[in-house]
């Protein structure tokens, strides 16, 4: 049990950094000098190469549908109030109910009876 929760922490780890990377490159203007172009892509690199990290980890823990879906729906919820709190983005009755339903399930998702990872290390 303790390796799925290690597994579900790295997956939403994962998607969190998806997150950090979007909101990184979303928040340099276009319009400023070249060089702080170069920071920006570093950071969405950085963040990139963070998650994919992470999801590697989440993957060896968890099965590629419980890892990839937690990362997805971290992502999703991450970014989405990142962008409201941030870059005050409306967020309508939709995307509250498609959150809703993700949270659902990744719920429902996460207690069924998936078989056991099995470690190769």
Known sequence: MEGKRR????????????????VSAKSFPSSLHW??????????ISCN???????VNSLKLLSSLQA????????FLASGIS??????EPLSSQ????????LLGVFVMSKSSIEKKVSSD
Do not use: D, E, P, S
Not at 7 to 22: P, T
């Open 35 to 44: 060089r702080w172009h170069f920071l920006k892509y570093g950071l969405v």
């Open 7 to 22: 597994g579900y922490a790295w997956a939403v780890f994962a998607g969190i950094c998806a997150a950090l990377a979007a």
């Open 49 to 55: 190469m963070v998650m994919w990290g992470c999801h």
């Open 83 to 88: 962008g409201f709190i941030l870059f005050r």
């Open 95 to 102: 995307w509250f109910l498609g959150a809703f339903l993700i």
């Open 68 to 75: 990839t879906v937690t990362n997805f729906a971290t992502n």
